[in-house]
């Protein structure tokens, strides 16, 4: 008979379940580790990877990343990434307005390439009013202030619209701050048999509900205003201080006082901006005109 120690069952099954629970841990680990990996935008990209990532149709994220090098590589000083801007202007037409956004910011880091400046006016036109906004700020580096308006509507309250047709169902309140993406209300919708939904395209805080809950809408009406936060204002400030006007001063001015929430460095900013363009304003009217040719 021998002395060896036999397993039993029980122990035989706990050995089992103790290494299928590793084996479980080690892939859960893997696949966090592949998630963060694709997700993070620091890990340095090869020059082959960065060509794949921006005509990758599948994966919106590998286009961003790819995106992100160039930009720092741009802002090193580093030109050689110009044999990229066909692939990056072809993102400007891209179905996601995430990466429109990221390619009009793109854009503006080279403010010497005609193909940019082109694409960037175009831009002005997007359907997502994120995009226009980076759009407009960034052809302000190429000395271009085609996107003023759109700049100057940074710092006004956004009136947000249906894109359906049925019942109103308000879900936030006034004094409710939304990112990009916010759910602002629900649509009850007979024709689709379900609720729809409406989503804030862009940040800011809830200033009005302009129907009560019940209301029947249609596709384009007017459903809440949103007074702009406080990134997009001091964006736009910064803006304003190159291509403002003096018909822009009112609309500053009222960031001598900033709404509640906003830092004191916005009511500096709106001080330099109006000085920048009344200063402006004074250099034209004492610069002589170019004598004539006649």
């Known amino acids: 008979?021998?002395?060896?120690?036999?397993?039993?069952?029980?122990?035989?099954?706990?050995?089992?379940?103790?290494?299928?629970?590793?084996?479980?841990?080690?892939?859960?680990?893997?696949?966090?580790?592949?998630?963060?990996?694709?997700?993070?935008?620091g890990r340095q990209l090869t020059d082959s990877e960065i060509s794949a990532y921006l005509i990758d149709k599948e994966s919106p994220r590998r286009a961003q990343h790819a995106l992100a090098q160039i930009s720092?590589?741009?802002?090193?000083?580093?030109h050689a990434v110009a044999h990229w801007y066909p692939a990056i202007v072809t993102l400007a037409k891209h179905p996601l307005a995430q990466l429109r956004v990221n390619v009009a910011w793109v854009m503006g880091q080279d403010n010497t390439e005609q193909?940019?400046?082109?694409?960037?006016?175009?831009?002005?036109?997007?359907?997502?009013?994120l995009v226009r906004r980076n759009a407009a700020l960034s052809l302000i580096r190429f000395g271009d202030d085609t996107g003023h308006d759109e700049v100057?509507?940074?710092?006004?309250?956004?009136?947000?619209?249906?894109?359906?047709?049925?019942?109103?169902v308000n879900r936030l309140v006034e004094g409710n701050i939304v990112d990009v993406g916010t759910l602002l209300a629900r649509v009850e919708s007979e024709e689709v048999?379900?609720?729809?939904?409406?989503?804030?395209?862009?940040?800011?805080?809830?200033?009005?509900?302009?129907?009560a809950d019940g209301a029947?809408?249609?596709?384009?009406?007017?459903?809440?205003?949103?007074?702009?936060?406080?990134?997009?204002?001091?964006?736009?400030?910064?803006?304003l201080y190159l291509i403002g006007t003096d018909a822009d001063i009112a609309t500053v001015r009222r960031f001598f006082r900033p709404p509640d929430g906003m830092s004191t460095?916005?009511?500096?900013?709106?001080?330099?901006?109006?000085?920048?363009?009344?200063?402006?304003v004074k250099l034209e009217k004492n610069t002589p005109l170019s004598p004539s040719n006649d």
Request: charged residues 20%.
């Open 72 to 78: 720092d590589r741009l802002n090193q000083g580093d």
């Open 193 to 211: 048999g379900e609720e729809l939904e409406i989503r804030s395209p862009v940040p800011g805080t809830v200033k009005e509900r302009l129907l």
């Open 115 to 129: 193909l940019f400046h082109n694409t960037l006016q175009k831009m002005l036109a997007d359907v997502d009013p």
């Open 152 to 168: 100057l509507s940074m710092l006004q309250d956004y009136t947000v619209v249906s894109p359906h047709q049925g019942m109103l």
């Open 1 to 41: 008979m021998s002395d060896t120690p036999q397993s039993t069952p029980v122990q035989m099954v706990s050995r089992k379940a103790t290494i299928m629970v590793s084996a479980l841990s080690a892939l859960i680990i893997l696949m966090m580790f592949l998630f963060w990996r694709e997700t993070w935008f």
């Open 216 to 239: 029947t809408i249609g596709v384009g009406t007017p459903v809440m205003h949103l007074s702009p936060e406080e990134t997009h204002v001091f964006e736009a400030l910064r803006g």
């Open 265 to 280: 460095s916005i009511a500096q900013q709106a001080q330099f901006v109006v000085e920048a363009i009344r200063n402006r």
